[in-house]
């Protein structure tokens, strides 16, 4: 939107109905005529944002626009303010879902790598838009504002046709002059003021709304009164939702987001299945639990060799002694066996085992009925936060300098099942005091989480050195230069041990234990 | 920023008419352009709809008093901006003489609208001042119309020794013969000969025809109302080889 252009919008049925121009043709003061502002055009609009609405959440529009053959994006504020707008040159076609990195470099690239980061752009709306032109003249006939009437259909995400836009964008210097001519055009029947930007209209003629966070594993509403069975039977379906959401964006591999996002909503859910297993119906859970078990170890491989090759380019960065260049084979063999994980991950997701596990989980979900009152989702909660909270406490005190490592990773594991059992339970705390009760904990699960994702990357690291070396895929000045990767892990796996007494301290520190076992007083208050 | 200024002693020649639609067909192929319409005269300023009056004067704008932004009004045509004139701009000469630096006082304005625009058109009233020099002096290229005549050759000649007096900045100078009349001998024998040898002459030949003065019942170039016109023809070859001089690349 320019500068002082102002918006309306041509309701349905009302007055001057298709006849717009018609009507806004007819309105005329002693200074003020409407004239004809040229041939109608047509566009093909797409409206492009990633999977969890990035862009939006952050007031960005990023819409593509054919017009004539040309292809140009442009990304809008959240006044309609164009923050930057490029031509896409016929050889740089970009074909959606992208990463923003297929962009030419330029402004737009630079503004939207930030806010996008490692999630792809796909379409979020497409419509056609007709757009007709008046042209508001002063007595000299000259050119004061432009009145743009935006017809648009929309086919996607679904096919509806939206309420008639219209734009009216004043001549430089005849911002007064333009002023006169909205308040004539407020008065044609059926034409009020209205802010609703395209992608909203879009959308809303779809009959959706932007910015809902699909395939988000989140917390749902509960009330603290429910029966346990029904919130978790409700929970459950919930996160569900949020795994099959995932599916199509991880078969596609259109970013890395949706498998680490599936992946979280399995990981919440085998939790519940183990920690509130006595709140299901009898034998829900061990029939389950090795199906989610199987549907985990699917998605490891592959995620495992997503994360290193994000953090490929820091790591090589990082490198003292080695070049880049000395690396690139790694790369190569991780891209390669990337490929690989991937094909099994896919034939996983696409096997009769994985539809028959969501079919059935969600069939025996529906089929959950409270048989008693009690015990209610506050009780449960209260219990088994207590409960899991207890447990990362005692964990936490076993653990002196001489401890193995794998007591840290015990702890680490006990400290993430208090987390999610926080989080799941979300609604039924106030979100300022969950915030505040978990912020050591979350630090200390950084901190836990440094110490062992560095231990695992370093025995990866080792066992793709051995097989590289098997399948004479990589050369000495290679293997040195992985060598100097495992010694960076080793030195942060250091640190973060170094670091940990304190932010145990931290969390087993008489305020942070009693922010968290506030939380599991829910039912008493 | 590339600065074109329309230039000549005299009256009459086609300075505005040149002006106005080399700024429209600069503004046709992509760039963003600016036309000051420095003439108290304020034909540019008519022929674009555009009532003559700045807010404040002349003096305002010369004194920086005034933004030049606030001055700036859009024309009915995409990309192109016009400063309008004002009767006030017949005393542009006194309202110089008390500026700081006069004959670069221009150049020093235009220079915060370098974010703004790509082209600036400079349409200059026919005279020898103090604000003729402060345009050369801002200019990168001098568009000169010239009757084709054997004195008006003489005038381009004192023109180009007068720039080339000049310490740092010198604008180019590209002439052209304007009104040319074909029914007179003398126009076409001086057209095709005198340019001989000359790198200063374009090409391009702007024809005395009734369709340019035309331009004041269209009130809008004649490159956008009668566009299949030799005059209009004329006008684009010229706008091409002075955007080539001045070393624009295409939009």
């Known amino acids: ?525 | 920023m590339k600065i074109f200024a329309t230039y000549n002693i005299k009256g009459g020649v086609g300075k505005t008419a040149t002006a106005v639609n080399l700024s429209y067909l600069a503004a046709m192929d992509g760039y963003r352009v600016l036309l000051w319409d420095l003439d108290p005269q304020g034909a540019a300023s008519y022929l674009f709809r555009i009532k003559p009056r700045v807010k404040g004067g002349g003096k305002a704008l010369i004194q920086g008093r005034r933004s030049m932004d606030d001055a700036i009004k859009g024309t009915d045509f995409s990309g192109l901006d016009l400063i309008p004139a004002d009767f006030t701009y017949r005393n542009l000469d006194l309202m110089l003489d008390s500026a700081k630096q006069p004959a670069r006082r221009l150049a020093g304005l235009l220079a915060p609208l370098r974010k703004d625009y790509d082209v600036v058109f400079l349409d200059c009233p026919p005279s020898i001042s103090l604000l003729s020099e402060s345009v050369l002096h801002a200019a990168d290229l001098l568009l000169v119309p010239l009757i084709p005549t054997t004195l008006s050759v003489r005038t381009l000649d004192q023109l180009t020794d007068f720039v080339s007096g000049f310490n740092g900045h010198k604008p180019d100078i590209l002439a052209f013969f304007s009104m040319l009349d074909r029914r007179k001998r003398l126009h076409k024998q001086i057209a095709a000969e005198l340019p001989a040898g000359r790198t200063d002459f374009a090409g391009a030949v702007i024809p005395a025809v009734s369709v340019i003065e035309q331009m004041s019942l269209h009130r809008a170039p004649v490159t956008a109302f009668a566009t299949r016109s030799q005059a209009a023809a004329q006008y684009r070859d010229l706008w091409q080889e002075a955007r080539d001089r001045a070393g624009l690349t295409a939009e």
């Open chain 1, 1 to 525: 939107m320019l500068t002082g252009s102002r918006e309306f919008v041509l309701h349905d049925g009302a007055g001057a109905g298709p006849d717009v121009l018609h009507a806004v043709a007819g309105t005329v003061s002693d200074s003020i005529a409407w004239a004809n502002g040229g041939p109608v055009t047509t566009r093909r609009r797409t409206w492009l944002d990633t999977f969890d609405w990035r862009l939006y959440r952050a007031g960005l529009t990023l819409e593509q626009v054919t017009a004539r053959g040309r292809v140009e994006l442009t990304l809008t504020g959240r006044d309609g303010e164009v923050l930057a707008s490029e031509p896409l040159p016929a050889d740089r076609k970009v074909s959606w879902p992208s990463l923003v990195a297929a962009l030419p470099p330029g402004p737009l690239r630079e503004l939207l790598e930030p806010v996008a980061g490692i999630r792809a752009l796909s379409p979020v709306a497409r419509a056609g838009s007709r757009v007709a032109e008046l042209r508001a003249v002063n007595d000299d006939a000259k050119t004061i504002a432009r009145l743009a009437v935006d017809r648009m259909s929309v086919t996607f995400p679904a096919r509806g046709v939206a309420p008639a836009r219209l734009t009216l964008s004043p001549v430089r210097g005849y911002q007064s002059q333009a002023d006169k001519a909205a308040r004539l055009l407020a008065g044609v029947p059926g034409v009020s003021a209205g802010r609703a930007s395209a992608l909203d209209t879009a959308l809303a003629a779809a009959g959706c709304r932007p910015g809902e966070l699909a395939g988000k594993a989140a917390a749902i509403s509960l009330s603290p009164a429910m029966p346990a069975a029904t919130a978790m039977a409700a929970t459950l379906t919930a996160l569900l939702d949020s795994l099959e959401a995932n599916v199509p964006g991880t078969v596609r591999d259109i970013d890395t987001e949706f498998l680490h996002d599936l992946r979280i909503a399995v990981r919440w859910t085998r939790s519940a299945l183990k920690l509130c297993r006595s709140a299901l119906p009898d034998g829900l859970a061990a029939r389950f639990e090795p199906e989610f078990r199987w549907l985990g170890d699917l998605t490891t491989p592959t995620r495992d060799l997503d994360v290193y090759l994000l953090g490929f380019d820091g790591m090589a960065a990082a490198l003292i002694g080695a070049t880049e260049l000395e690396l690139a084979p790694f790369r190569a063999y991780l891209l390669k066996s990337r490929a690989g994980a991937y094909r099994q991950l896919t034939r996983g997701l696409r096997s009769a085992r994985f539809v028959r596990l969501t079919a059935d989980w969600r069939a025996a979900l529906a089929g959950v009925r409270a048989a008693r009152k009690r015990p209610t989702v506050a009780q449960l909660a209260d219990a088994r936060i207590a409960a899991a909270h207890r447990k990362a406490l005692r964990a936490g005190q076993l653990i002196t300098p001489s401890s193995p490592a794998q007591s840290l990773h015990d702890l680490r594991k006990r400290c993430k099942e208090l987390r999610y059992l926080v989080e799941m339970f979300g609604s039924l705390h106030d979100p300022a005091q969950r915030w505040q009760a978990v912020r050591e904990l979350k630090a200390l699960q950084d901190t836990l989480g440094e110490f062992q994702d560095a231990e695992v990357q370093r025995d990866e690291i080792r066992a793709f050195a051995g097989q590289m070396l098997a399948d004479r895929s990589a050369p000495a000045e290679t293997l040195l230069a992985m060598g100097e990767i495992a010694a960076g892990l080793a030195i942060r796996q250091r640190d973060a041990r170094a670091r940990f007494d304190g932010r145990f301290a931290d969390f087993a520190s008489p305020a942070s234990q009693a922010r968290l076992s506030e939380l599991a007083r829910t039912s008493a208050s």
